[in-house]
């Protein structure tokens, strides 16, 4: 990434991006410059599965299954995702969700986060698949959804 100012306009050129231009005052307000000002694109984001077990006898009793998600940001361009949030589960063989986690503030581009989600799980089960959908915001407020 390129920084060039021009005018008062500080100029960001980026490969294969969008040519973004950005107001500077001089000294009252100047626009972020240098290699982590605002960069508008979509977080890479992966949810792996880590654990699951029964967190308590109450838990197991309850049928209720909790299993840790690592969620890691594949971006390598500082892509950072904020308020991470999972919307919903859509599961299979009668679980569903009764805890869709923590909304996580930061998911820093090549770092990774635990989220644990918990579900409910009919007797007689030992398998089901779920589909975790989940929105995000990168550095400059705009959503992104995951996991449709």
Request: glycine share 8%; charged share 15%; proline share 2%.
């Amino acid at each position: 990434m390129r920084l060039k100012s021009i005018l008062g306009l500080i100029v960001v050129m980026a490969a294969l991006t969008p040519l973004v231009i950005v107001w500077g005052v001089g000294a009252v307000g100047n626009a972020a410059v240098g290699e982590y000002s605002c960069y508008c694109s979509q977080p890479e984001l992966r949810l792996t599965q880590e654990r699951v077990y029964w967190s308590s006898m109450a838990d197991y009793t309850s049928r209720t299954l909790s299993v840790d998600y690592d969620v890691s940001n594949d971006s390598i361009n500082y892509a950072n995702a904020h308020n991470l949030q999972v919307l919903e589960t859509i599961d299979s063989a009668g679980v569903y969700s009764v805890d869709r986690g923590r909304n996580i503030n930061m998911v820093s581009a090549g770092e990774c986060e635990l989220l644990t989600l918990k579900y409910h799980v009919p007797a007689g089960f030992a398998r089901f698949h779920t589909r975790v959908h989940a929105t995000t915001n990168d550095q400059c407020g705009n959503s992104y959804g995951y996991g449709s």
